[in-house]
């Protein structure tokens, strides 16, 4: 298994929209297997794609707690949210491919969310508070939106400058 390499803002190809699969390869499935590893390593609570460079609609998210945390995780194909509802405050929420920046987000509380799984079976969760967070997190990475979109636009512009920053201090 292979850690890749995180994507991270300003990249202009995490504000594209990523493309349905259509065939679940073995391609598919060893990038399923590496995705899996670099947000354990990370560590993160879930991955899209387009954060590692590809630009498919596949996600891994990893929202259990305690011991069981490190070795599960569950890969969809296509995730869509087919309802949602009720508010929750995501506070501290971060990304992988938005470093140095945790902000409130406001997300729906619940949501029901259809998938394939790696076999093509179709799924259907439903989830509430943090898990609801994190899909609703990774699935905005596939309509390449950021968490950074959703926050204040006071706190945008200042990650903005302090990223301009860093840039030019490389
Ligand atoms: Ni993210």
């Known amino acids: ?35 899996a590893e670099t947000m354990f390593e990370a560590p993160g609570a879930g991955l899209a794609a387009v954060q590692v460079g590809v630009n498919k609609q596949l996600i891994v998210v990893n929202t259990t707690e305690g011991d069981e945390a490190e070795n599960s995780y569950m890969a969809l194909i296509n995730p869509e949210i087919v309802e949602s509802d009720g508010e929750f405050i995501s506070e501290d929420e971060g990304c992988l491919s938005v470093p140095e920046l945790r902000a409130t987000v406001k997300r729906f509380n619940r949501v029901k969310v259809t998938a394939l799984d790696p076999d093509g079976n ?35 512009e200042m990650y903005k400058r302090k990223v301009k920053k860093w840039m030019k201090g490389h």
């Open 1 to 35: 298994m292979t850690i890749l390499d995180i994507v991270t803002y300003p990249a202009k190809s995490l504000a594209e929209p990523s493309e349905k699969i259509t065939e679940i390869d073995d391609t598919i499935k060893t990038l399923i297997e590496n995705m």
């Open 122 to 156: 179709a799924v259907e969760l439903n989830e509430e508070g943090f898990p609801a967070v994190v899909l609703q997190h990774e699935i905005d990475h596939l309509n390449g939106i950021l968490f950074l979109n959703r926050i204040s636009s006071l706190k945008r």
